[in-house]
């Protein structure tokens, strides 16, 4: 069967589309040669009836039909293909003699752009800054995350296959494949947001898939003081952390904004040092210009060439690095992110889930020992106690905000246990309207990094850790 597939110009970087060739399960044939791109769509189109499928089919036959048009063209007109779309909409309406009102014919043109040009039925939801994830819980249920709350929407797919094609577009470009035989992929779209997708017969109701969307415009330290996930004072001493070379972990559960906080700790990272990034699936978007991004590999389907993250850890200390950002640590590569951190790449970040910042440590060991190295569990510990300055631990709450729980300080080991003490901590206040009111503030313990930050001539006022002002005189 021949589909569109939607391409980057490499010229100007638009977006521009063109016929290939697709497999039986829509998957594109070269799949390294486009990435499909949302469009521009501000209302969910209405539910798909076998009416609609039909149409789109034969809309989709007649635009791979057509010539190709040249290529000055599509650099002039980005939105060629969707007036295409609108025009064939228009003459097979007038062809089969229907009288349709102008709201009908608007809805058919706009399913056709999602379904031929971008991510079918979820295309709207891609477009909305409100949604920050999406789940498709196989063909006919597809839920969103909107302002931290779960909304089931009317929003459905034809069948499994109609759901199989999206996934195949989404995963395609990238060079990944979801089929019998390795029926999960994690992957990203062309924006940063990331995807995971599970087909039978693992996933027993149907393919399913799982978006989380970033943010168009990457946030910032002044973000978060807004949203109140923390305060100014918090913000200077994380800015003086990141600026004085201290390893962070940044730890919390799924969904709590590991990322979306590590992105903005690495915003902090001097523009002159050279930065390797190391993720699954690349998300973080750092905004300095020497930044190296590195990428995991799965599998191929002979079950070779596979590039784990800890290969990529053991690479990038190769490559000169300043700084080495783990998107997150997950198995063994934890043990070699803290020899990295313990042989002179200090500034080092990376994120791990755990519940609390203290479980975080413990994962820390856990996944050292997965490392399939017999090494001692003190060995492990002290290898923590001396990489790991800052943990930081990041909650969200029952109304769906996001907040810094948590910011402790690896004080060292005594006997056999890590100490670390809590810098700052989250004051809870209750709830108030259905929001949780509270924020972060210091317990008055004095840092050992204060040391550090003098060496890097960076004052903190005494405030900031809840020490009250020195008077004039000393009284």
């Not at 034969?58 to 635009?63: E, H, S």
Request: hydrophobic letters at 40%.
């Amino acid at each position: 069967m021949v589909r569109l597939r939607i391409g980057r110009s490499s010229e100007r970087g638009e977006r521009s589309a063109r016929p290939v060739e697709h497999d039986e399960h829509g998957a594109p044939s070269s799949p390294a040669e486009s990435v499909a791109a949302p469009l521009n769509l501000t209302t969910p189109p209405p539910l798909l009836n076998r009416d609609d499928h039909d149409f789109i089919q034969a809309v989709q036959q007649r635009l791979i039909a057509e010539p190709d048009p040249p290529r000055g063209r599509l650099e002039a007109e980005p939105d060629y293909f969707q007036q295409r779309i609108s025009a064939i909409v228009t003459d097979l309406l007038e062809q089969g003699e229907r009288v349709v009102p102008e709201r009908e014919r608007a809805r058919l043109v706009q399913i056709a752009q999602a379904d031929i040009l971008g991510f079918g039925p979820i295309e709207p939801f891609l477009a909305d800054d409100r949604v920050s994830e999406i789940m498709v819980n196989g063909p006919k249920q597809v839920w969103i995350e909107r302002e931290g709350r779960l909304h089931e929407t009317s929003i459905s797919f034809m069948d499994d296959e109609h759901v199989r094609r999206i996934i195949s577009r989404i995963i395609a470009p990238l060079g990944r494949r979801c089929d019998e035989s390795s029926p999960m992929v994690d992957a990203r779209l062309p924006d940063g947001s990331r995807v995971n997708a599970i087909i039978p017969p693992l996933c027993l109701n149907g393919p399913s898939i799982t978006i989380r969307k970033f943010a168009r415009r990457p946030l910032t330290i002044d973000d978060l003081i807004r949203f109140g996930a923390v305060t100014p004072e918090v913000a200077e001493f994380l800015r003086a952390c990141v600026t004085a070379r201290l390893n962070v972990v940044v730890s919390g559960g799924t969904g709590a904004g590991k990322t979306t906080l590590l992105n903005v700790l690495s915003s902090f990272i001097p523009a002159d040092e050279r930065i390797i990034t190391i993720e699954n699936a690349a998300e973080l978007r750092l905004m300095q210009r020497h930044v190296v991004t590195l990428e995991s590999r799965p599998a191929n389907l002979e079950g070779r060439g596979e590039i784990t993250i800890r290969d990529l850890v053991v690479n990038a200390l190769r490559m000169r690095p300043n700084r080495i950002v783990v998107g997150e640590c997950r198995s063994g590569e934890a043990l070699d992110m803290l020899q990295a951190m313990n042989t002179g790449h200090d500034g080092s970040m990376t994120t791990v889930h755990a519940n609390s910042a203290r479980d975080a440590l413990a994962r820390i060991e856990t996944m050292c020992l997965m490392a399939g190295m017999d090494l001692p569990v003190r060995a492990i510990r002290e290898q923590i106690a001396n990489a790991v300055q800052i943990v930081i631990q990041i909650e969200r709450h029952q109304d769906g905000s996001r907040r810094l729980g948590r910011i402790c300080e690896i004080t060292g080991l005594e006997g056999d246990v890590i100490t670390m003490s809590d810098l700052f901590s989250f004051k809870h206040g209750g709830l108030v309207d259905g929001h949780v009111v509270g924020q972060i503030m210091p317990t008055g313990v004095r840092p050992r990094c204060i040391e550090r930050f003098a060496q890097h001539n960076i004052t903190l006022a005494p405030q900031i850790f809840g020490f009250a002002a020195a008077r004039p005189g000393g009284r």
